[in-house]
């Protein structure tokens, strides 16, 4: 489903992608691993084109998006859940989900399909709160939500875990399970929480210094070799 070839990125005097290579499969969940500042929130930037390569080439459903805007890319099928989560404080658990189907045709964006209340129950109890008002694992299953409601071919998550309580860690390991068994959408599921990532990765890629320093599928992952790139 996305394919990314030499990647290299900088800022300004300092290399932070180098020669990056990553696949990512349709119904697979792919692994991204690596310590604090390795380049890993970088280099999704840079797929999701919120960041310029400086060259390399990325392609996505057969097309080559490695200059197209971050909308174009959204409107391919590919779409982000940002560190940080970026849910709009202001705005409420409904307009924030709209905003996720900002890249859809006008006719398909008018409705949020029930699936979305299925798989994060708490959000439909919740649509009139802000945003900004949710704790961080309600923040959390938002911003994914949000991703959800724009049909995906493509989901990119980026650190899902992060400060969140265990109870809430299960349910968002429980959805991203059903969506990678439904086998329809891809998963690049970006992650420090070696347990977490174990649990639903079938590849995994380790950076280190903005480099592939190991990559191989999920029965490799428990080796020296790749944990030793990931305890602090
Ligand atoms: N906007 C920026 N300008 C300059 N340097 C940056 C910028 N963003 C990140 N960096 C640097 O680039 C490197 C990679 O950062 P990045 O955020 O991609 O790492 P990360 O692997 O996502 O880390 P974390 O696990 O803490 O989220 C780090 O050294 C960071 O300090
Ligand atoms: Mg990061």
């Given at each position: 489903m996305l394919t990314a070839r030499g990647l290299n990125q900088y800022y300004g005097g300092s290399h932070?992608?180098?020669?990056v290579d990553l696949d990512v499969e349709k119904g697979r969940c792919t692994a991204l691993m690596g310590r604090n500042g390795v380049g890993k929130t970088t280099l999704l930037r840079c797929l999701m084109g919120v960041l310029p390569i400086a060259s390399g080439s990325v392609e996505f459903a057969g097309h080559d998006i490695a200059r197209l805007s971050p909308h174009r890319r959204a409107a391919l099928g590919m779409t982000y859940v940002p560190q940080g989560r970026?849910?709009?404080?202001?705005?409420?658990v409904e307009e924030n989900i709209f905003m996720g189907m900002a890249c859809l045709p006008a006719r398909q964006a008018r409705r949020v399909s029930g699936e979305i209340y299925e798989l994060f129950p708490v959000l439909r109890d919740m649509?009139?709160?802000?945003?900004?008002?949710?704790?961080g694992g309600q923040q959390q299953q938002l911003a994914i939500a949000r991703a959800l409601v724009a049909n995906p071919r493509l989901i990119i998550l980026d650190e899902p875990t992060e400060g969140i309580q265990p109870s809430i860690i299960k349910d968002i390991e429980r959805v991203i399970r059903l969506l990678r068994d439904r086998g329809d959408i891809a998963i690049l599921l970006c992650e420090q929480y070696f347990d977490f990532a174990r649990a639903l990765a079938d590849r995994f890629v380790v950076l280190s210094r903005g480099e592939v320093v190991a990559s191989g599928g999920a029965?490799?992952?428990?080796?020296d070799s790749v944990r030793r790139h990931l305890a602090v």
């Open positions: 932070t992608l180098r020669s970026e849910i709009f404080a202001r705005l409420t649509l009139r709160r802000r945003g900004g008002d949710l704790s029965e490799q992952m428990d080796d």
